[in-house]
């Protein structure tokens, strides 16, 4: 079975500066996607960062890059420059690929990101 | 607004007692989640439809959970004699399938407390 690891149950970062959120996970499939989702307090998720397992590239959104290392099954989130509206429980999830697949997401636990003015 | 929606947002309920959630997903998604979190953990899968069809459900959702999902559009999901372990976050998440990465949209969650 897939699991989602993430190690961190909190991290604090000053306003501006980078932070780097770990997540470490396991499958035996070739063909699967990651996600990072945040979620503020009170309110929905919402998508931060998605990559293809098939891509070597890092995927980058603006302020937020991931470091894919298949090999290792390691995917971590860097937020550059961060902001107040940062602060939020980051998740970190598997879903398989493939059109048969169902696609539920595997979550890991989160890592809660306070962000310090 | 049309993203996912979710009500109620919040349910207290008596150990026992029957309770129904609805989840409106956004209107050109197929696919249709359910997940379930309680404090400190991340969401957990308890079952999945496409259109109306019921592909799949986690061992998580014992016999006393039922979900719908008439037509294809808005789903409920049922919880018969609650208990207090019933007590999570209920969040409902939609996609399309033709999309190239079945990205997920989540709804503001539904929040379960039973006394």
């Known amino acids: 079975a897939q699991t989602v690891t993430q190690s961190q149950p909190e991290m604090s970062v000053q306003e501006a500066e980078t932070v780097t959120l770990s997540c470490t996970y396991d499958?035996?499939?070739?063909?699967?996607?990651l996600f990072w989702y945040k979620q503020p307090p009170s309110r929905q998720m919402i998508l931060v960062i998605r990559?293809?397992?098939?891509?070597?590239q890092n995927a980058t959104e603006n302020r937020f890059s991931v470091n894919f290392q298949k090999a290792a099954k390691s995917f971590s989130l860097k937020i550059s420059d961060s902001q107040l509206g940062d602060a939020a429980m980051y998740f970190c999830?598997?879903?398989?690929?493939?059109?048969?697949?169902?696609?539920?997401?595997?979550f890991g636990t989160g890592t809660l990101l306070a962000v310090q003015p | 607004d049309t993203g996912v929606s979710q009500n109620p947002r919040h349910k207290i309920t008596k150990r026992g007692q029957n309770v129904t959630f609805r989840c409106d997903p956004i209107?050109?998604?197929?696919?249709l989640y359910w997940y379930r979190q309680t404090l400190g953990q991340g969401p957990e899968f308890l079952t999945y439809?496409?259109?109306?069809?019921?592909?799949?459900k986690s061992r998580l959702l014992s016999d006393r959970f039922s979900a719908e999902r008439p037509k294809g559009s808005f789903s409920t999901l049922e919880i018969q004699r609650t208990e207090q372990g019933d007590s999570a976050m209920y969040l409902c998440?939609?996609?399309?399938?033709?999309?190239?990465?079945?990205?997920?949209?989540f709804g503001p969650g539904t929040r379960l407390t039973v006394t």
């Open positions: 990559q293809e397992a098939y891509k070597q």
């Open positions: 998440a939609s996609s399309f399938r033709d999309s190239s990465s079945y990205e997920q949209y």
């Open positions: 499958t035996s499939e070739s063909d699967y996607y």
């Open positions: 999830a598997y879903r398989r690929g493939g059109g048969g697949a169902t696609n539920k997401l595997i």
């Open positions: 209107s050109e998604h197929n696919r």
């Open positions: 439809f496409q259109n109306e069809a019921q592909l799949e």
